[in-house]
């Protein structure tokens, strides 16, 4: 006797292994859609804050002082916080735009490529930020020291424990649950 054939059932065969969960591919959309604009919502403020606060610094006195070496480090930072908030705010902007064209697939894909882009862009702009002021108030070696430290930080802890468990999941076998193609 054949029994029916559940949506979620139709869902999973043929690709290997599912989420271990009870749910739809509209499910599953909606909630790493859900996932990413929460985790979007941490990120986001910092680097509003980190704007507005470089913004704000070449009407201060005394920053006509700079060396320039310093007005080159505010310039970048400046910059890749600029270009973080454009790619953390990008997926807002594509659902907008893209609103009942049935693109929730498109849009959890590329708000995942945006936000890595936006993290990478916001870690430069941190680092920017703390050699920017640590060379204002202290020595060269400091500098050094503190920049050094500060990008082995976000190596350390944004990239490459990350991507070591994705680089071991792989080994083991392991795929993406997610696809870029429409179907």
């Known amino acids: 006797m054949e ?3 559940t949506e979620r059932e139709r869902y999973t065969q ?8 009870e749910e739809t591919e509209e499910e599953r959309l909606d909630r ?15 680097v509003q804050v980190l704007f507005a606060f470089l913004l704000a610094v070449p009407f201060q006195q005394g920053f006509e002082k700079v060396t320039d070496f310093q007005r080159d480090v505010y310039f970048a930072t400046l910059i890749c916080t600029a270009i973080s908030a454009v790619l953390l705010m990008a997926p807002t902007a594509y659902h907008r735009l893209t609103f009942r064209y049935q693109q929730k697939r498109r849009l959890v894909f590329y708000s995942n490529r945006f936000a890595i882009a936006g993290i990478t862009f916001l870690a430069l702009a941190m680092l920017g930020a703390i050699t920017l002021v640590t060379d ?6 400091a500098t050094l020291v503190v920049a050094g430290l500060a990008f082995a930080a ?12 994705r680089l071991s999941l792989k080994a083991q076998g392991q795929e993406p649950l997610t696809e870029s193609e429409d179907r």
Do not use: C, K
């Open 154 to 165: 976000f190596a350390i802890f944004w990239y490459a424990i990350p991507l070591r468990r």
């Open 32 to 46: 790493n859609l859900s996932e990413m604009l929460q985790e979007l919502r941490v990120a986001i403020p910092g």
């Open 136 to 141: 204002y108030l202290f020595s060269d070696t």
């Open 14 to 21: 043929g690709r290997g292994r599912d989420s271990g969960r």
């Open 3 to 5: 029994r029916d054939v």
